[in-house]
Structures are given as C-alpha cells and as structure tokens.
C-alpha cells in the first residue's frame, strides 16, 4: 500500500461519529416492516453510543445508512452511505463535549486510515450545488435522488446541502468532509 501524503493542514485519519440511536429520529416508517428496514437487525432501535460501536467492531465496519433528520434522508442518490470527518482528534473532542448536551454526538467515533476509506469507496464530500433551482428525479422522506443534469447518480452520495448564511435556518455540516 502507497504511504498516505504527509499533510501539516489535516490529518491522514477520518472519524465517523457514534451516537445514541434515536427511533423517533433515525427511523421513519409508516409499519413494522418499513421501521426494521432502516433499523437494520444488528442492533436496538434504542441502543447506545458503546453499543453501536461495540456492533462496529464485531461487525468488522459500518453498515452505511440513510441519515434521516426530522423525517426525511439527508443522503442523496437513493443508496445509504457512511458519513466521516477528518477533523483531528483534538477537535473531535471538542465538538463531542459541545454537543453532547443536545444529544447530537457522543465521546465515540471509530477511525480509518484515509487512503483504505477511499480505497473501499469513501469519497470527498460535495458541498452545495451551482443549480438554485434543484430539480429531483425522486424527492420523498427515504429516497431523493437530484436530476442528473446537475449531479450524475453515482456521486449523489457525497453531495451534502450547505447554506451556512441561510438567514431562517443556516445548514452547515461542512465538519463532515467524506
């Protein structure tokens, strides 16, 4: 394996957050079946932060997902996917301490080289797009996929909403950059 490029400005590591699942949250469904779809069966809808990432590490990885928030998916392109930062270990703690309040984030996260992140398909992410006027293929609670005129389907999933100036509701995950 080639040695990752030695950067002073990040790090050669990504992070990806483990937290409390939340059912209300992180698994919309109108029945049963729909509901254990996205919980998946390796967990708890209601595990915990240690108990998601004990199943990580059993499991050998992460099993991509839909990320929803209030009731909708925030991954593009119809496919689940795995969200990382590559911010260093000093910031991770600080954002956990911060956040831990709201519920957002626990102290847990799992870290991967970089360059075997991207060797198994993780990909920078793509903030914004030029387009205002987005139009969609398919555009409901678990499944939205934008018109490939603007974003080919096959890079759908590392596109990320971001308007941090959004005068009535700022969206800005610009932390999470794969």
Known sequence: MAKPLRRHDQTAWLTHFVRDRIPEQDFPG???????YFAGGELDPD???FEVLTAIIRLGGIIPGYSFRKGRTTIYGGQPAVCATEMPLHAFATYARERAKAGNVSAYGISFLKSEFYAAGGRPAIYGLSESNVTYRRNDPTCRIIDEAILPVREQFR???HNPGGAMRPIDWSHERE
């Open 30 to 36: 109108e029945d049963e079946d729909e509901f254990e």
């Open 47 to 49: 595990a915990g932060a």
């Open 159 to 161: 596109f990320i909403a």
